[in-house]
């Protein structure tokens, strides 16, 4: 009876201990299915060693990510290999390659991988993104054999956007170089709603996340503030102090048109009459609250 009790005791142990070991063995010896011409990661080794190393190193593998390894390894995403191996191999002989030699489009490759990702929230506005539309494939980016690690944003970015490059070097720029600023910062990189794949509606509340002092409110505002940062700034960087897009006083001589010799401007009212004269060399040694006033005695943006 004891005997018979404790065999009845070992029996659900044995089966934990056959399912540990079994979810515990390489996934991508078990996926081989010749009837649905799958050969198994093991086969893909014999002739991609290299890749293969790389592919065990890479997220994709990590059995608690639901992907290739949880499903047909190498397979999930260059296809049935069977008769790749028949025809005796080669690049896109029978299988997806990702290489750009392969030929494939960004469509095709991007395809391929939202077989998975499709349903990850940060891909909701791909379709409508500046990405999609330049056929930008998820390759272009992202590699996808290799240890996991942040990507080298400034790298990645800087492949493609050669002019935001060159205003990221000027004199006057966010510190990106220095890491504490990233293109994604601002950037939905993945598609958005919005102008230049912003992450908010518009300019100024983009700049607001960072630069909340400049949102105000104002007793004395500056319409060009309210209306659009970058009507004055270049948010990528500039050769002139304060990323502006030209210096001052000409920068506001493009809305308060100079009068006569002696620097005289001829100040604009918000309701488009010309109220005053100033004769100041500098706009900003009186008009040095810019972005706005709080000063309820005095006027036109001054302390």
């Known amino acids: 009876m004891v005997k018979k009790y ?3 005791l070992l029996l659900p142990l044995a089966l934990l201990v056959f399912s540990l070991s079994s979810s515990t063995g390489n996934a991508a010896d078990a996926v081989a299915d010749p009837s649905k011409g799958f050969i198994g990661a093991i086969t893909c080794k014999d002739c991609h060693e290299k890749q293969y190393e790389t592919y065990r190193q890479s997220v994709h593998s990590q059995k ?6 949880s499903q047909d390894a190498c397979e999930t995403c260059h296809g049935a290999g069977a008769a790749h191996v028949e025809k005796g191999g080669g690049r896109g002989v029978d299988t997806f390659a990702f290489e750009k030699e392969a030929g494939h489009t960004a469509e095709e490759i991007t ?6 990702h499709a349903s990850t929230p940060r891909m909701t506005y791909w379709d409508m993104g500046d990405h999609k539309k330049n056929n930008v494939a998820c390759t272009t980016c992202h590699v996808l054999h290799g240890p996991p690690r942040p990507p080298n944003q400034l790298a990645v970015c800087f492949n493609c956007h050669r002019d935001i490059k060159s205003a990221v070097g000027k004199l006057s720029r966010h510190p990106v170089k220095e890491g504490k600023v990233k293109c994604s910062d601002c950037h939905d990189v993945h598609g958005s709603m919005y102008k ?17 002092d400049k949102r105000g409110p104002f007793v004395w505002q500056h319409a060009p503030v309210e209306e659009n940062c970058m009507a004055c700034h270049n948010a990528h960087g500039s ?3 304060s990323l502006l897009v030209s210096r001052v006083p000409v920068l506001c001589n493009d809305c308060h048109s100079g009068v006569g010799t002696d620097h005289r401007m001829l100040v604009v009212t918000p309701d488009m009459t010309n109220a005053r004269v100033t004769g100041q060399r500098s706009c900003l040694k009186c008009h040095n609250n810019i972005h706005g006033s709080a000063n309820f005695s005095g006027s036109y943006l001054r302390n």
Request: glycine share 2%.
């Open 111 to 116: 395809e391929v991988c939202f077989r998975c």
């Open 6 to 8: 404790f065999a009845v």
């Open 239 to 241: 050769s002139r102090e």
């Open 196 to 212: 230049a794949m912003a992450k908010a509606e518009t300019v100024n509340m983009m700049c607001y996340t960072c630069h909340a």
């Open 64 to 69: 608690h990510v639901k992907g290739p390894e």
